[in-house]
């Protein structure tokens, strides 16, 4: 029998049919890219979470061990008497917004924010940003480069994903900041314990990744003049190693519940967020390609398993959440989307059946395994 893809409608809602197989812990379903279960009927995600995170989800001693940890990493940071202890990149959206509220209210840190406008900031995110540069009152700028736009047409073109530009030139210009500044610590929100991510392979970004998507392209010499010059990922480490610089993921030390953060935000400043992700309009268009490559399992499906290994939600309300019609359509911003990439809805729907593994041999693999070992993803 010849498997057939998932309807439109069906992709829309994160499910390829109402008798899939799905986890018995959570609502990964046995036709997402390289998922298995074990005798019990749990999934490999599950498994690789509970090793590494269940004994943190379940012992507030280990908690409290780990917030003292990052309490220690900030006292080092302030002692160094920069003129600030740490950079935050703020999008507009929950996780950024929170780590610079814990930052400046909660350990009092001295912090630089940027943003990385990359042609696809929404006006809505902009606002939350002024907000909170003057709520926190901290320095700000943003950077915006044509170039990276321009590469996510190439992007989008070659490989069906556009996000890694902007990937890469974030991460970049972060370690150019934080090295012209001589900033310790560089501050993110994004974890494996509390983000539902796709799987690597449809989202490298690393340099080696870029550099063979590019070979062939009419960009080289803009290149040597632009963010992308240097492989700052290895520099980065390397300033970790000789204890210059870190990186600092703080949900990896800090209980992390977007529901109170929202909660917080509103009550205490103002400041309300709309679905996640609404800090870039071709969010919508990335989630349905993935959903394309991932046999029709979206955001929500990996959010929603992250959530209840973290003990947030329960499976039957997941479950719930993902029968119901809640008018998710991948045309969301389509038409700007393709607007802005110069391209037809013809293109477009040639250009999503392509992806990033062709790319993805020698180092950029090895780059892939690295990300997924930091950042303690199976």
Not at 47 to 67: D, L, M, N, Q
Not at 186 to 200: A, N
């Amino acid at each position: 029998m010849v498997a057939m893809e998932p309807t439109l409608q069906q992709v829309n809602h994160g499910m390829t049919d109402t008798g899939v197989k799905r986890c018995a812990r959570c609502v990964m379903p046995e036709n997402y890219p390289g998922i298995a279960f074990d005798a019990e009927g749990v999934c490999n995600f599950c498994r690789y979470f509970e090793t590494h995170w269940g004994s943190w989800v379940a012992s507030e001693k280990e908690k409290a061990r780990s917030e003292a940890k990052l309490r220690g990493i900030f006292d080092a940071a302030k002692q160094k008497g920069k003129p600030y202890d740490a950079l935050i990149g703020i999008s507009g959206g929950k996780d950024s917004s929170y780590c610079l509220y814990l930052c400046r209210k909660v350990y009092g840190l001295k912090v630089l924010t940027f943003t990385m406008h990359n042609g696809f900031l929404p006006d809505a995110a902009k606002h939350r940003i002024q907000k909170l540069v003057e709520a926190f009152d901290v320095p700000h700028f943003y950077h915006r480069d044509p170039l990276v736009l321009e590469l996510a047409r190439v992007f989008m073109r070659k490989t069906g994903n556009f996000c890694a530009p902007c990937e890469l030139a974030t991460f970049n210009l972060s370690a150019i900041i934080a090295r012209e500044y001589d900033i310790p610590l560089i501050v993110l929100g994004s974890s494996s314990r509390t983000d539902g991510s796709p799987p690597k392979v449809l989202n490298p970004w690393d340099p080696a990744y870029f550099a063979k998507v590019l070979k062939d392209e009419p960009y080289q010499e803009r290149l040597r003049c632009s963010l992308f010059a240097r492989n700052y990922l290895v520099r980065a480490g390397l300033a970790r190693v000789f204890g210059r610089r870190r990186i600092v993921i703080l949900p990896d030390y800090v209980e992390w519940d977007e529901e109170k953060i929202a909660e917080l935000f509103e009550q205490d400043f103002g400041i309300q967020f709309d679905e996640e992700h609404s800090d870039c309009i071709a969010s919508g268009v990335a989630d349905y390609l993935y959903r394309r490559k991932c046999k029709g399992s979206g955001r929500k499906v990996m959010k929603y398993s992250v959530l209840i290994r973290g003990g947030k939600m329960s499976r039957e309300e997941a479950l719930e959440r993902l029968g119901e019609n809640d008018g998710d359509s991948p045309t969301l911003n389509l038409d700007r989307f393709i607007e802005l990439m110069g391209m037809t809805r013809d293109e477009f729907n040639e250009a999503s059946e392509r992806s990033p593994g062709s790319y993805m041999r020698g180092l950029p693999r090895f780059y892939n395994a690295l990300r997924r070992r930091v950042r303690r993803q199976v």
